[in-house]
C-alpha cells in the first residue's frame, strides 16, 4: 500500500499543507536567506533553484511528513517530523509566533499514530528563540553533539532534545490550584455565571463584557475564548465551585487581561491568581514579555500589576462596552526576567 501524503493542518492563522513543485520561487526566497540557512544543518548556502527543485521532488515523491508553512500572504517557511522535528521561518515571518503555531499542530498530528511514543529536535546553540520555541512546547533537553551547519561550513554545538507522548499530553491541559483558587478552561456551562458577574462595576474595567447580555451572547464570548494551547483565551477562576472571575491572554505582543466579581475584590484572590497564571504563560509560550493595561479610574489595577513587575510604559485610549466613550488607559509591560510572583 503506497503512503498517503500528509494531510493539510490549519491553526487559527495558518495553513499547512504539503509541498508542490510550484514552491520552489518561494523556498529560495526564503531558506536561501543566509539569516536563515545559518541555523540548519541540512540546507546548503547559497540554495539555489535546483536544491529546491531536488528536495521538492524528494519530498513530494516520498510523500514524507513535510509541510508548507502558508499565511494569508502564502509560504513562509516549512516544517518536517519524520526525522525529529525541524523547520524553518522566512525571514519577514520571525517573531509572529508561527513557529509555535505550526510546531504545535504538527506535533499533534505525530502522536495520533498510537505506536508513537516520542519524538525528538534539536537547535544550533546560539539560536535561542528555536530553544525557547521547543521549551515552550515541552521539550526537554537530552545532551549536547556537534552538528554541521552547512552555511557555515563547519560543525556547531547542538543541544539535541526529546518530548514523551506523556509529557506532551500533559501539555494539553491548563488547569492551575493554588490555595484558595482553580484556573480552568472556561466552558459553555458558565455562562449563566458570566452573565452575573458581568455587572456595571466589572464591565467598565473590561473591552468586551457586556451588562444585562443574554446567555446565548456569553456563551458565544466563551467560544471565542477557549483553550486550544495558543495565546487568544480565558480561564475561569473558580473558588468552592463557583465561577468568580477569568483570566486570560492574547494578542501580539502577548496581552494579559482578567476580572473579578465585586465581591471578591479587597480579599487578595487577584494577586493570587494572576501569581499563578503569570509563569504558567512564560512557561508554555515562547515569549519575553506581557502586556497589559487599565483604565485610569481603576489604580488597584495598576498596583497589582506593579506588585507582579510590570512597569508603567505609557498611557493610550481604550474602548469598553461598559463605557459610553473612550477613556484613558495605562498601559504597562513586563518581561520573562522582571515578573514577580507576588505574595
Not at 503555531?101 to 508513537?116: L, M, N, P, Y
Not at 521547543?134 to 547542538?158: C, H, I, N, W, Y
Not at 452575573?196 to 462595576?201: G, R
Request: aromatic letters at 10%; charged letters at 25%; proline letters at 6%.
Amino acid at each position: 500500500m503506497s503512503r498517503q501524503a500528509p494531510p493539510v493542518l490549519r491553526t487559527p492563522r495558518l495553513t499547512l499543507r504539503p509541498l508542490e513543485m510550484t514552491d520552489a520561487d518561494a523556498l529560495v526566497r526564503g531558506v536561501g536567506n543566509y539569516e536563515v540557512s545559518r541555523w540548519l544543518s541540512v540546507v546548503p548556502y547559497p540554495y539555489t533553484h535546483g536544491d529546491a527543485a531536488w528536495f521538492l521532488e524528494r519530498t513530494i515523491e516520498n510523500r514524507a511528513l513535510v509541510w508548507a508553512i502558508c499565511d494569508e500572504d502564502g509560504l513562509q517557511g516549512c516544517i518536517g517530523i519524520e526525522d525529529g522535528l525541524g523547520y524553518w521561518l522566512a525571514r519577514p515571518a520571525w517573531r509572529k509566533g508561527y513557529g509555535f503555531e505550526a510546531a504545535r499542530v504538527v506535533i499533534a498530528q505525530w502522536f495520533t499514530d498510537t505506536g508513537r511514543r516520542s519524538v525528538t529536535s534539536a537547535y544550533f546553540q546560539g539560536n535561542e528563540r528555536s530553544g525557547a520555541v521547543l521549551r515552550a512546547l515541552g521539550f526537554r533537553p537530552t545532551g549536547e553533539a556537534q552538528r554541521k551547519a552547512r552555511a557555515l561550513s563547519q560543525d556547531v554545538m547542538a543541544t539535541e532534545m526529546a518530548m514523551s507522548r506523556e509529557q506532551w499530553e500533559a501539555r494539553l491541559g491548563f488547569t492551575v490550584f493554588t490555595p484558595r483558587l482553580t484556573l480552568r478552561p472556561i466552558i459553555s456551562a458558565d455562562a449563566p455565571a458570566l452573565v452575573s458577574l458581568a455587572v456595571p462595576e466589572v464591565t467598565r474595567g473590561t473591552a468586551s463584557l457586556v451588562t444585562g447580555w443574554a446567555e446565548a451572547e456569553a456563551r458565544e464570548w466563551i467560544e471565542g475564548r477557549r483553550w486550544g494551547g495558543l495565546p487568544g483565551f480565558m480561564l475561569g477562576i473558580e473558588r468552592e465551585g463557583a465561577l468568580i472571575g477569568a483570566i486570560g491572554c492574547g494578542g501580539t505582543p502577548l496581552s494579559v487581561m482578567y476580572f473579578l466579581g465585586p465581591d471578591h475584590w479587597g480579599q487578595g484572590l487577584a494577586t493570587e491568581a494572576l501569581s499563578a497564571f503569570l509563569p504558567e504563560i512564560f512557561d508554555r509560550f515562547p515569549v519575553t514579555n506581557a502586556i497589559a493595561d487599565h483604565f485610569e479610574d481603576s489604580p488597584a489595577s495598576g498596583r497589582l500589576l506593579e506588585k507582579h513587575g510590570f512597569r508603567v510604559t505609557g498611557d493610550d485610549m481604550g474602548t469598553s462596552k461598559g463605557r459610553l466613550e473612550p477613556s484613558r488607559v495605562i498601559t504597562y509591560a513586563v518581561t520573562r526576567d522582571t515578573f514577580r510572583v507576588a505574595t
